[in-house]
């Protein structure tokens, strides 16, 4: 595991973006998968910026998201697939080979979780996996208990996820469950990078790194991850 911790959000969120940029030079045809939630919006914006400044090719990468709230649209606020279309896809002037977004409001989602396998069935396995971490270690909606074995999934959301959930979309929606790739898809990427800022980030990355590798933190699985990157600020970074 490679730890890169960085003074301040703003380097934390431009060192995961070069590195992101890096592994897609090296795999110009690879599948790329960027988070959604608030960690990941200096890094995307990053991102857009490498491209558009013509420091990364994507023209022969796909693109795949990580999560989303099962009943939220791509359309609603807060939800994971309106931030990759606001903030990462509606920034690029160039565009990825493909795109797939997961429609949390699909009608039918089991086809939904199943149309997330066989995109990465088709394309992955993932060059590069950008990941944020959730206040109880989930990566995705990888929530604590998650068969680790799984690819993508429908899960119930944790208590914990219930109670932050609300900074995205206030009392607008309910989410029960989150649809997410799996444990499985994300340790198969040839490079996984975890970004965490700010100080209520520092025990569950403590707990995620040191600690012991188990489903009731997720993120602690990334111990075993070939060549993974985890890039953090001071103060998510001030237990390790
Ligand atoms: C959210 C998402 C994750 C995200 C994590 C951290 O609920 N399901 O993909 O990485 O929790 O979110 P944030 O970056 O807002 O702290």
Same mark, same amino acid.
């Given at each position: 595991?490679?730890?890169?911790?960085?003074?301040?959000?703003?380097?934390?969120?431009?060192?995961?973006?070069?590195?992101?940029?890096?592994?897609?030079?090296?795999?110009?045809?690879?599948?790329?998968?960027?988070?959604?939630?608030?960690?990941?919006?200096?890094?995307?914006?990053?991102?857009?910026?490498?491209?558009?400044?013509?420091?990364?090719?994507?023209?022969?990468?796909?693109?795949?998201?990580?999560?989303?709230?099962?009943?939220?649209?791509?359309?609603?606020?807060?939800?994971?697939?309106?931030?990759?279309?606001?903030?990462?896809?509606?920034?690029?002037?160039?565009?990825?080979?493909?795109?797939?977004?997961?429609?949390?409001?699909?009608?039918?989602?089991?086809?939904?979780?199943?149309?997330?396998?066989?995109?990465?069935?088709? &394309?992955?396995?993932?060059?590069?996996?950008?990941?944020?971490?959730?206040?109880?270690?989930?990566?995705?909606?990888?929530?604590?208990?998650?068969?680790?074995?799984?690819?993508?999934?429908?899960?119930?959301?944790?208590?914990?996820?219930?109670?932050?959930?609300?900074?995205?979309?206030?009392?607008?929606?309910?989410?029960?469950?989150?649809?997410?790739?799996?444990?499985?898809?994300?340790?198969?990427?040839?490079?996984?990078?975890?970004?965490?800022?700010?100080?209520?980030?520092?025990?569950?990355?403590?707990?995620?790194?040191?600690?012991?590798?188990?489903?009731?933190?997720?993120?602690?699985?990334?111990?075993?991850?070939?060549?993974? &990157?985890?890039?953090?600020?001071?103060?998510?970074?001030?237990?390790?």
């Amino acid at each position: 595991m490679n730890l890169i911790v960085c003074k301040d959000y703003e380097e934390m969120s431009r060192r995961a973006a070069e590195l992101a940029a890096a592994c897609i030079q090296a795999d110009p045809t690879g599948l790329v998968s960027f988070p959604g939630g608030d960690t990941p919006l200096g890094m995307v914006h990053a991102f857009a910026d490498l491209v558009n400044a013509g420091k990364v090719d994507i023209s022969g990468a796909h693109y795949v998201s990580l999560d989303e709230w099962v009943g939220l649209s791509g359309l609603d606020e807060g939800s994971c697939g309106r931030f990759n279309r606001t903030e990462l896809l509606g920034r690029l002037q160039k565009r990825f080979a493909g795109v797939h977004l997961i429609d949390g409001a699909a009608a039918d989602i089991e086809a939904e979780r199943a149309a997330l396998d066989s995109y990465i069935a088709q &394309y992955g396995p993932l060059t590069v996996s950008v990941l944020g971490i959730g206040m109880n270690g989930h990566l995705g909606f990888n929530e604590d208990g998650v068969d680790l074995d799984l690819n993508a999934h429908i899960i119930p959301l944790s208590e914990t996820t219930k109670q932050v959930m609300h900074k995205y979309f206030g009392e607008k929606f309910h989410p029960e469950y989150g649809i997410s790739q799996g444990i499985r898809q994300i340790m198969a990427a040839k490079t996984v990078i975890l970004i965490a800022n700010g100080s209520h980030k520092a025990e569950i990355l403590r707990r995620a790194l040191c600690g012991e590798v188990s489903n009731r933190v997720p993120a602690s699985v990334l111990q075993k991850h070939p060549n993974c &990157y985890v890039v953090a600020d001071e103060a998510a970074a001030a237990k390790l």
